[in-house]
Each structure stands twice: as C-alpha cells, then as structure tokens.
C-alpha cells in the first residue's frame, strides 16, 4: 500500500465512523492536542497518530472553543520548536513570573530593574552574578540582626565599637597575664606543662588526701 492509498483509507475510515455516529476518544484528543500544542503539524499528528487531519483539525478545532489562549500555546510551541530552545527555559520563567505577579510587581518594574542593575554593574565593573550574591548577603544580614537596609549603617558601627571594646580586653588581659608570670617567676611553658599535667597533679592530692585518711582512721 503506497501512502497515498494509507491517507485515503484513514480519512475513509474516519468518515464512515462519523457516519456511525462514533464519538472520538479522549484519550486521542489527549495525543492530538499534546503533539499540536507541541508545534506538530497536522499531517505529523495524523500521521503520528493514525487518524485523517480532518479529524486532527475537528479535535483543534473543537479545543479553541474550550480553550481560549490555545493558538497562542500553540504558536509559542511551534517557535520553541523551530528555534530548538529548551522548554525548561520558558517553564522557569513562567514560574518565576508568576512569583513575581503574586508580590503585586509589574513587567515594567521587572524590566527596569534589570537594566539598572546592568548598568551598575557595569559602571562598577563586576559581573552580574557578583552582585545578585552580595544582595543575598546583605538580605541574610538584615533577617539576622532583625533591622532595616537604612539601619545597616548604625549596625556596623555599633558592631565595630564591640570589636575595638574585645580587642582592648585582650589586650588588657594578655598584658595581666605576662605581669603574673613575671611576679611568679613562670613562663608560658610552665603553665603549659601545669595544664598538661593537671589530671595528674589532682590525682596525686587525691591519693594523698586518701593516706591522710586512711592513717586517720589507723
């Protein structure tokens, strides 16, 4: 059987099921409308699916009037297609879109943001992934310390205060340090050795305390 004898028995068929009063399976529509919105021509899909595009055209046909923005899908599928984009690209930006929506944020925000940063980021010659982390930084800062981006400032000064104010104490106590173990005579090795040996040393008094005891009690 030559194709041209396959198309006419398909359409034939599909004529004399509709003449039958036959109905067309869901689950067919389910395949036509997948492979259509996919950016499949029709004679693909008949093809793909062994039916007559008179019935592939019925079913889309019948899908624009149940659904509104189906041309649109499908003119959106048949670009990706031809252009071999990845479809996770459009997926993820639908998502992300619609986060953005949710937030009550425009197109026209969204795209004046992006050329602003853009712009600073050249000015400032860093790259775009550079700053989109060091927004994240200061974002996780704020959520940490509970204040606002205006009140960052303050914050670090205030935080520079409690370091100078650590660092004079260390300073202080080092210096305390080095004068007790001049009046006593020690070095840092002494009471290193004294720390390494002190389990030692307690269990020498012990013992002795257990003598002092024991002779007691003799």
Avoid at 51 to 64: C, F, L, N, R, Y
Avoid at 88 to 112: A, W
Wanted: hydrophobic letters at 35%; aromatic letters at 6%.
């Amino acid at each position: 059987m030559n194709p041209n004898n396959q198309t006419y028995d398909i359409n034939h068929r599909d004529k004399l099921y509709y003449t039958m009063g036959g109905n067309i399976p869901v689950k067919t529509k389910h395949k036509v409308l997948k492979l259509w919105l996919s950016g499949v021509s029709r004679k693909k899909i008949a093809e793909k699916v062994g039916i007559g595009e008179g019935t592939v055209t019925s079913i889309v046909q019948e899908a624009k009037v149940n659904i509104p923005d189906v041309d649109l899908l499908h003119e959106v599928a048949t670009k990706i297609t031809r252009n071999n984009w990845d479809i996770n690209i459009f997926s993820s930006g639908i998502r992300h879109r619609k986060i953005l929506y949710e937030k009550g944020i425009t197109d026209d925000q969204i795209d004046s943001l992006i050329e602003n940063v853009d712009e600073h980021c050249f000015k400032k010659k860093i790259k775009i992934e550079r700053f989109i982390n060091l927004v994240q930084e200061v974002a996780e800062t704020l959520l940490k310390y509970d204040c606002s981006i205006n009140a960052l400032p303050e914050l670090i000064a205030e935080k520079q205060t409690e370091l100078f104010e650590l660092e004079q104490t260390i300073s202080s106590l080092e210096s305390s340090k080095l004068e007790l173990l001049k009046e006593n005579e020690l070095t840092v090795k002494d009471i290193n050795d004294y720390s390494r040996d002190k389990p030692l040393v307690e269990t020498i008094k012990g013992l002795r305390e257990e003598i002092r005891d024991l002779k007691g009690v003799a």
